[in-house]
């Protein structure tokens, strides 16, 4: 098949959204350095990859290959740890909220959230197949950071007094 020979994509006729809970981030790239803006999280568990896995291939996610998602493998040079990663493309209509006062600038390595992914077919000159994206991120628990554990640090050494307590007064005399 030469490049203008494409296959035909079969593009589902319903697709399906997939709604994931308790998400640990990884990466998030919120700001389009080239390549695109995305929430990687860590896919190691192996159910999490079937949910994931049968999503994609229930909805014919992808450019290249279609319905068959695209995990990558991560392990650090000075570990024999390896880390399953999966990354969602996100867009200026993905909607954020958090828990307790977190907001979308809390989410960083660590961060726990719940996502929802809807895919999208789409046909331009680029080509045409089924793409998808983050459509509500729910910011559960705020990720650890370098700048988190040296506050720890400088806070340890303070000695922080209890504030005094006030008791309520009694202003009807009973």
Do not use: H
Request: with cysteine.
């Amino acid at each position: 098949m030469t490049q203008k020979q494409k296959a035909k994509i079969e593009i589902p006729k319903v697709l399906e959204k997939l709604k994931l809970r308790d998400c640990s981030v990884i990466f998030f790239n919120a700001v389009d350095e080239g390549f695109g803006t995305t929430i990687t999280i860590n896919a190691t568990d192996q159910s999490l990859q079937d949910k994931i896995s049968a999503w994609v291939k229930a909805n014919s996610i992808g450019k290249d290959k279609p319905g068959i998602a695209n995990f990558k493998k991560y392990q650090p040079e000075d570990s024999d740890e390896v880390t399953i990663q999966y990354s969602f493309k996100i867009t200026d209509f993905t909607k954020y909220v958090g828990v307790d006062g977190l907001t979308k600038d809390d989410i960083g390595y660590g961060s726990i959230i719940d996502i929802i992914a809807n895919p999208f077919a789409y046909k331009n000159k680029f080509g045409e197949g089924v793409s998808a994206s983050l459509s509500a991120v729910l910011v559960r628990e705020k990720g650890k950071t370098g700048s988190d554990a040296d506050m720890e640090d400088l806070m340890a050494d303070i000695e922080v007094k209890p504030e005094e307590s006030i008791e309520p007064i009694n202003a009807f005399g009973n």
